[in-house]
C-alpha cells in the first residue's frame, strides 16, 4: 500500500512541470543584435512574477505558466524599455526583446515673457506610434528631469490652464536640455440657460457664477457671454427663483465654446380647492405638478390619516364627516402641500370661523344643547 502511495505521487508532480514552460529570451539593440550579459530581466503574469540575468549571449531563461500573458520588462543603466514587452498566451517558445540606449531630457518650461512656469503639464510620447510615455508637472523653477526613456524621437506636449498648448516633435539622445514657450489666451464662452422639461424649450433669464471669472446674469433670451482663459474646466452655477440650483462643468478648450445648461422647476404641489365645505357635502381635490401636469397617485390625508389617492387626472373627491377648520396634505413622495378648509355644519352660516372650530357646540355635536340655524328670509319656506 505504501509503494502504491508513492506511485499515486508521481503523476501529480509530472503535470506540475507539464504546467511550466520555458521562455527563452534574447535582449537585442535596435538593430537586432544581443547587447551581451548582465541585464535583468523580470517576467510577470497574474498572480507571478521570474527573475533571471541575461548571460553573455544576451539570452535568459524564463519559466513562466503555460498559456499565461507574459509582461517582460529590463533593469539596466545602459539600456532600456519604454513599455514591458508583452508574450501572450504564452508556449516553449524563444523571443527577441528590443531595447534602446538610456537617455534623459531636462525640459524647461516659460511663459512669452521668459519666466519659467510652475506646475506646467509635461507629457513624452513616442513620435508616429503616439505610444505614451511620461507625465510630469514642473516645480517652482519650471522644470523637469524624465525618467530613462529610450533614445529615439518623441512628441512632447506642454499643457497648462490658462494657455494655449505647445506640440513639438524633440530628440531625446544622452543627457538632453529641452525647452518649451506656453502664451497664455482667452477664448469666447456663451452660456445659454433653458428649461428642457416644456416643449419647446424655454430660454430662462437666470443668474450665473463662473468661480474667479464674472457672474452673469442671462437675458429674456436665456444667454449671456464672457471672455475666460483657454484650455481650463469651470464648475459653473446657475440659478433662478423657482428652480432648482444647477452646477456644471464645463470644458473650454482653445476656440470659443457653447455651454447649455439645464433647469428644473423646483418640485411643489398646486391644489386647486374650495376653501369652504359642509359636514356630509363633497370636497374636489385637483392637484397638479410644477408644471401643471397632474400630480398623480397623491396621497390626501388629514391629521395623518390616508383618504384617499388622486387619479389620473389628479383629482380626488372627499367627504368631510365633522365641522372644523381642516388642514388637508397632498404627498406625491417627492413633495407635500396643505391646503386649509373650513367645514361647516349643515344650516350653520359659512362666514367666519365654523363654531366647532371656536368651540360652540352645533347640531349633532356631543352635548350640543343649541342650534344654529341659517335663515334665508327671502325665501318663506326656510324659516322654522
Given at each position: 500500500?505504501?509503494?502504491?502511495?508513492?506511485?499515486?505521487?508521481?503523476?501529480?508532480a509530472?503535470?506540475?512541470?507539464?504546467?511550466?514552460?520555458?521562455i527563452?529570451?534574447?535582449?537585442v539593440?535596435?538593430?537586432?543584435?544581443?547587447?551581451?550579459?548582465?541585464?535583468?530581466?523580470?517576467?510577470?503574469?497574474?498572480?507571478?512574477?521570474?527573475?533571471?540575468?541575461?548571460?553573455?549571449?544576451g539570452?535568459v531563461?524564463?519559466?513562466?505558466?503555460?498559456?499565461?500573458?507574459?509582461?517582460?520588462?529590463?533593469d539596466?543603466?545602459?539600456?532600456?524599455?519604454?513599455?514591458?514587452?508583452?508574450?501572450?498566451?504564452?508556449?516553449?517558445?524563444?523571443?527577441d526583446?528590443?531595447?534602446a540606449?538610456?537617455?534623459t531630457?531636462d525640459?524647461?518650461?516659460?511663459?512669452?515673457?521668459?519666466?519659467?512656469?510652475?506646475?506646467?503639464?509635461?507629457?513624452?510620447?513616442?513620435?508616429?506610434?503616439n505610444?505614451?510615455?511620461?507625465?510630469?508637472?514642473?516645480?517652482?523653477?519650471?522644470?523637469?528631469?524624465?525618467?530613462?526613456?529610450?533614445?529615439?524621437?518623441?512628441?512632447?506636449d506642454?499643457?497648462?490652464?490658462?494657455?494655449?498648448?505647445?506640440?513639438?516633435?524633440?530628440?531625446?539622445?544622452?543627457?538632453?536640455?529641452?525647452?518649451a514657450?506656453?502664451?497664455?489666451?482667452?477664448?469666447?464662452?456663451?452660456?445659454?440657460?433653458?428649461?428642457?422639461?416644456?416643449?419647446?424649450?424655454?430660454?430662462?433669464?437666470?443668474?450665473?457664477?463662473?468661480?474667479s471669472?464674472?457672474?452673469?446674469?442671462?437675458?429674456?433670451?436665456?444667454?449671456?457671454?464672457?471672455?475666460?482663459?483657454?484650455?481650463?474646466?469651470?464648475?459653473?452655477?446657475?440659478?433662478?427663483d423657482g428652480?432648482?440650483?444647477?452646477?456644471?462643468?464645463?470644458?473650454?478648450a482653445?476656440?470659443?465654446?457653447?455651454?447649455?445648461?439645464?433647469?428644473?422647476?423646483t418640485?411643489?404641489?398646486d391644489?386647486d380647492?374650495?376653501?369652504?365645505?359642509?359636514?356630509?357635502?363633497?370636497?374636489?381635490f385637483?392637484?397638479?405638478?410644477?408644471?401643471?401636469?397632474?400630480?398623480?397617485?397623491?396621497?390626501?390625508?388629514l391629521?395623518?390619516?390616508?383618504?384617499?389617492?388622486?387619479?389620473?387626472?389628479?383629482?380626488?373627491r372627499?367627504?368631510?364627516?365633522?365641522?372644523?377648520?381642516k388642514?388637508?396634505?397632498?404627498?406625491?413622495?417627492?413633495?407635500?402641500?396643505?391646503?386649509?378648509?373650513?367645514?361647516?355644519?349643515?344650516?350653520?352660516?359659512?362666514t367666519?370661523?365654523?363654531?366647532?372650530?371656536?368651540?360652540v357646540?352645533?347640531?349633532?355635536?356631543?352635548?350640543?344643547?343649541?342650534?344654529?340655524?341659517?335663515?334665508?328670509?327671502?325665501?318663506?319656506?326656510?324659516?322654522?
Amino acid at each position: 500500500m505504501l509503494v502504491l502511495g508513492a506511485l499515486a505521487a508521481v503523476p501529480a508532480a509530472v503535470s506540475a512541470q507539464e504546467d511550466q514552460v520555458t521562455i527563452s529570451a534574447t535582449v537585442v539593440d535596435q538593430d537586432g543584435r544581443s547587447v551581451g550579459g548582465g541585464i535583468d530581466v523580470t517576467a510577470q503574469w497574474d498572480g507571478g512574477s521570474a527573475n533571471g540575468t541575461t548571460a553573455s549571449s544576451g539570452q535568459v531563461l524564463l519559466d513562466v505558466p503555460r498559456g499565461a500573458n507574459v509582461s517582460i520588462q529590463i533593469d539596466d543603466d545602459r539600456y532600456v524599455r519604454n513599455s514591458p514587452y508583452i508574450v501572450e498566451d504564452a508556449t516553449a517558445e524563444s523571443v527577441d526583446v528590443p531595447v534602446a540606449t538610456s537617455a534623459t531630457a531636462d525640459i524647461t518650461v516659460r511663459n512669452t515673457d521668459g519666466q519659467p512656469v510652475e506646475n506646467a503639464r509635461v507629457l513624452l510620447y513616442q513620435y508616429g506610434s503616439n505610444q505614451f510615455v511620461t507625465d510630469q508637472r514642473t516645480g517652482s523653477d519650471g522644470t523637469v528631469t524624465t525618467p530613462a526613456v529610450e533614445s529615439r524621437t518623441y512628441r512632447l506636449d506642454v499643457l497648462k490652464s490658462g494657455y494655449y498648448t505647445n506640440r513639438t516633435r524633440v530628440e531625446v539622445q544622452g543627457e538632453t536640455n529641452l525647452s518649451a514657450t506656453i502664451e497664455q489666451g482667452e477664448v469666447l464662452l456663451t452660456v445659454s440657460v433653458v428649461d428642457d422639461n416644456v416643449e419647446p424649450a424655454e430660454p430662462l433669464d437666470a443668474a450665473v457664477e463662473i468661480p474667479s471669472v464674472a457672474t452673469l446674469q442671462t437675458g429674456t433670451d436665456g444667454e449671456s457671454a464672457t471672455r475666460v482663459p483657454v484650455n481650463t474646466r469651470y464648475d459653473i452655477s446657475v440659478t433662478k427663483d423657482g428652480y432648482d440650483r444647477n452646477e456644471t462643468r464645463v470644458r473650454v478648450a482653445e476656440s470659443s465654446a457653447n455651454a447649455t445648461i439645464t433647469l428644473a422647476r423646483t418640485d411643489r404641489i398646486d391644489i386647486d380647492a374650495s376653501d369652504r365645505a359642509v359636514v356630509g357635502g363633497r370636497i374636489y381635490f385637483e392637484a397638479t405638478d410644477e408644471y401643471g401636469n397632474p400630480a398623480t397617485n397623491a396621497t390626501v390625508s388629514l391629521d395623518g390619516e390616508v383618504l384617499g389617492r388622486t387619479d389620473d387626472s389628479g383629482e380626488l373627491r372627499i367627504t368631510p364627516e365633522s365641522a372644523g377648520v381642516k388642514n388637508y396634505t397632498i404627498d406625491d413622495g417627492e413633495t407635500q402641500s396643505t391646503v386649509t378648509i373650513s367645514v361647516f355644519a349643515p344650516g350653520e352660516s359659512q362666514t367666519g370661523t365654523p363654531a366647532a372650530a371656536a368651540g360652540v357646540p352645533v347640531c349633532g355635536s356631543p352635548g350640543a344643547n343649541t342650534f344654529i340655524v341659517t335663515v334665508d328670509w327671502a325665501s318663506p319656506s326656510s324659516m322654522v
